[in-house]
């Protein structure tokens, strides 16, 4: 029906998605004090990049003390691919107002951009726009909720624990689904080959060689086949 | 990397994660080629393996041994990432393996 509230069916179409996400944002929290991230900055960090994997890698550049330029860096690429989202979602949120473009872009994570394109291959008289706010604030107070939890539950834990190896597990994690595809399958076991080789290249030169190895091998292989 | 390059770290991520996200909601018409998407494709899966297998093998290829038992907890983590693609379960069952070698070794 064309009278229900758009906000609404966004907020309940994310609602089970907010039950792994909330774990996810208490992951991040204490990972983030159990390396030695002060408890503001760690929350600080929930409210300004806001991009779960993009944080942990922060953790993680943090704890193994590259510079500045490399970390962002390596945040950037991974949230790289959120252009891609809003590249394939502008048409459907776009306002006339800049503020409410700034508010909209903002919000733009993985899982409001996967259940609002969802939304608009199923269902025509959705407002898109109103679907999409109605996902992404929940999503929004869930993990700044999670992130400050985890924050001060962190310290508390003992260090038998290792959560430290949670950082590491959470990417591998958000690999899985991509492995069932041999081209992608190809791109992560190059970049991660390339990284093992050239760990010990200055200045963290060594990821960027293996991302780009990766790339390359995953965009080869998929080409070279010519299909799906 | 003390606190405050963390904070400009955190200033400058947040920077470029904004510019990353308005991009193609800012302007008119999405001019992304096919070509150039399928690029954009490989960046998570080639970023995500990179920072798994650098911090598995923290030492490269010396960390290549079966006393690595963030190797062994990998492997078993892996599997249950592609078999289940369940993040939790893939984090708990990596954890679970650690806290078990911990409590041995």
């Known amino acids: ?228 | 990397m003390n606190t405050s390059h963390l904070w400009a770290v955190i200033i400058l991520s947040g920077i470029a994660t904004f510019i990353i996200r308005f991009f193609f909601i800012q302007i008119k018409q999405a001019p992304l080629s096919g070509k150039v998407k399928e690029l954009f494709s490989f960046i998570p899966p080639a970023v995500l393996s990179a920072l798994v297998f650098g911090s598995v093998f923290e030492n490269g290829l010396s960390s290549l041994t079966p006393r690595n038992p963030y190797l062994w907890a990998s492997i078993l983590a892996g599997i249950t990432a592609v078999t289940s693609k369940n993040v939790l379960l893939t984090i708990s069952t990596g954890m679970i393996f650690i806290w078990g070698w911990n409590y041995l070794y």
């Open chain 1, 1 to 228: 029906m064309a009278t229900t509230n758009d906000y609404l069916k966004g907020t309940k179409s994310v609602l089970p998605i907010l039950t792994g996400l909330f774990p996810f944002g208490l992951i991040y929290g204490v990972s983030a004090v159990t390396s030695g991230i002060p408890k503001v900055q760690a929350i600080a960090m929930s409210f300004v990049v806001f991009a779960g994997a993009a944080q942990i890698s922060i953790v993680n550049s943090f704890s193994s003390g590259i510079s500045i330029i490399t970390a962002v860096a390596i945040a950037g690429l991974i949230n790289l691919r959120m252009a891609m989202y809003g590249a394939s979602i502008a048409d459907s949120i776009r306002s006339d107002r800049l503020l409410t473009r700034i508010f909209s872009s903002f919000l733009l994570t993985d899982q409001v951009y996967a259940v609002s394109i969802t939304e608009k291959g199923k269902n025509m008289n959705t407002n898109i726009f109103k679907f999409y706010i109605g996902a992404a604030l929940p999503i929004w107070l869930t993990w700044q909720a999670a992130t400050i939890i985890g924050v001060f539950a962190g310290k508390t834990l003992p260090s038998w624990l290792s959560l430290e190896f949670a950082v590491p597990l959470t990417f591998l994690a958000l690999l899985g689904p991509f492995l069932v595809k041999s081209h992608f399958a190809v791109s992560a076991l190059t970049a991660g080959i390339v990284m093992v080789l050239t760990r010990n290249v200055p200045y963290n030169a060594g990821f960027f060689i293996a991302v780009l190895s990766g790339i390359t091998a995953g965009f080869l292989i998929k080409n070279r086949k010519g299909d799906r």
